[in-house]
Antibody
């Protein structure tokens, strides 16, 4: 059974870089599949941030592309998200999920982690 | 990429059926049979309910069905139950990304 778990600081200061890691268990990332990050501001809808393939190929939401960097560490079975120059608008619950075939088919999801941007 | 358009809210009584629409463009919904639907209860992570327009993952009730016509995809839930009260989101492949819809709050009265 594949499981994902997000981890990282829950509080980030404005203008700094948000860094999150997703640890995958029950499946080896190096075996394949795409892996994605999605966020949800409090009381709002879901926003796709980006997707990474196991070989490191990345696909980013055009509205966030200039600030997003995703990477994969197959030795640790993890993939990561960095979002630079954050503002209060980046406050959200951040989810990681397996993205089958880079088709918007996300399953399973992590439980999500709230990141607040505040000084 | 623009967000897909969904009705903000809908409501029905238990036992009834509901159809939730998801309107995109010829660049996303209209071009690919790669629409997925998610159900999200308050405080919980989204759960995949349908993928590739009308396919159900293992364990999802056959009360959930999907269809697509042109640039609009639809999720139909039959025999509404209290547990179906939740937010529903659609998502579509769009060539270089996967935008979500704005979400629909379903109330089961």
């Amino acid at each position: 059974q594949v499981q994902l778990q997000e981890s990282g600081p829950g509080l980030v200061k404005p203008s700094e870089t948000l860094s999150l890691t997703c640890t995958v268990s029950g499946y080896s990332i190096s075996s394949g599949y795409y892996w994605g990050w999605i966020r949800q501001p409090p009381g709002k809808g879901l926003q796709w941030i980006g997707t990474i393939y196991h070989n490191g190929s990345t696909y980013y939401n055009p509205s966030l592309k200039s600030r997003v960097t995703m990477s994969v560490d197959t030795s640790k079975n993890q993939f990561s998200l960095k979002l630079s120059s954050v503002t209060a608008a980046d406050t959200a619950v951040y989810y990681c999920a397996r993205d089958y075939d880079f088709s918007g088919w996300f399953d399973p999801w992590g439980q999500g982690t709230l990141v607040t941007v505040s000084s | 990429q623009s967000a897909l358009t969904q009705p903000a809210s809908v409501s029905r009584s238990p036992g009834q059926s509901i159809t939730i629409s998801c309107t995109g463009t010829s660049s996303d919904v209209g071009s690919y049979n790669l629409v997925s639907w998610y159900r999200q209860h308050p405080g919980k992570a989204p759960k995949l309910m349908l993928y590739e327009v009308n396919k159900r993952p293992s364990g999802v009730s056959n009360r959930f069905s999907g269809s697509k016509s042109g640039n609009t995809a639809s999720l139909t839930i039959s025999g509404l139950q209290a547990e179906d009260e939740a937010d529903y989101y659609c998502c579509s492949y769009a060539g270089s990304g996967t935008p979500f819809g704005g979400g629909t709050k379903l109330t089961v009265l």
